[in-house]
């Protein structure tokens, strides 16, 4: 009885500095971990909207209210953020979204699109699918048809008004989820960027 006691204590004892040893490792690499995100996310706001010369961030709320009058059904898809672009004489070109969603796994990508809805830009920021199926989708080696990649395709498309695989765009081969996956966040984004358009243009956002 004593024995167990005493093996159970130092079994507690070895849980315990575990904790606080991953606890602090933790501390100290989570603001590392953030830091290289927002690198990566500034990166690709660049490659999808490259004309703007600066990126306002979107307040939460507003985001929020834009998804609530927009009626998307967004599902498992969420509206993670949301970038007003802007031109070099502080005038607004259009919005960039920040969306995750699942593909085969999941996929967060970044969603341009100007002031004719017009998408600027599609740029993935992670893709957890399988390598050499849904991976393709950011692998720079793999190309449609017309010889770009997959995410270029998307380019000038006008999704609001039509947005049909094997029409306005190619879908990836052998990875149908991870493109059902992808154009349902770019259609979901869309919907969600022109509600808060419509918003920002009728000057019912606080601007401040």
């Given amino acids: 009885m004593k024995h167990s006691f005493k093996l159970g204590f130092t079994l507690g004892a070895y849980a315990a500095v575990s904790c606080l040893s991953l606890a602090l490792v933790n501390s100290f690499t989570?603001?590392?971990?953030?830091?290289?995100?927002?690198?990566?996310?500034?990166?690709?706001?660049?490659?999808?909207?490259?004309?703007?010369?600066?990126?306002?961030?979107?307040?939460k709320e507003d985001i929020a209210n834009a998804v609530s009058i927009s009626k998307v059904e967004l599902g498992s898809i969420s509206i993670d953020g949301?970038?007003?672009?802007?031109?070099e004489n502080g005038e607004t070109a259009g919005f960039v979204a920040k969306i995750s969603g699942p593909t085969y796994d999941?996929?967060?990508?970044?969603?341009?699109?100007?002031?004719?809805?017009r998408i600027t830009g599609v740029h993935i920021l992670e893709i957890?699918?399988?390598?050499?199926y849904g991976q393709n989708a950011v692998n720079p080696e793999y190309?449609?048809?017309?010889?770009?990649?997959?995410?270029?395709?998307?380019?000038?498309?006008l999704p609001l008004e039509s947005f049909e695989r094997n029409k306005d765009y190619e879908a990836l081969s052998r990875a149908t989820m991870?493109?059902?996956?992808?154009?349902?966040?770019?259609?979901?984004?869309?919907?969600?960027?022109?509600?808060?358009?419509?918003l920002h243009n009728a000057n019912l956002i606080n601007k401040e």
Wanted: with cysteine.
């Fill in 143 to 157: 190309k449609t048809s017309k010889g770009i990649s997959f995410c270029d395709q998307f380019k000038n498309l």
């Fill in 30 to 59: 989570s603001p590392v971990i953030h830091e290289r995100e927002l690198k990566k996310e500034k990166e690709g706001l660049r490659i999808v909207f490259n004309s703007a010369a600066d990126y306002v961030a979107v307040k």
């Fill in 128 to 132: 957890k699918d399988s390598p050499g």
């Fill in 106 to 117: 999941t996929t967060t990508l970044l969603l341009g699109l100007d002031n004719e809805n």
């Fill in 178 to 198: 991870t493109t059902n996956g992808i154009s349902a966040m770019i259609l979901a984004g869309s919907k969600v960027i022109k509600s808060y358009s419509d």
């Fill in 82 to 87: 949301m970038y007003q672009a802007v031109d």
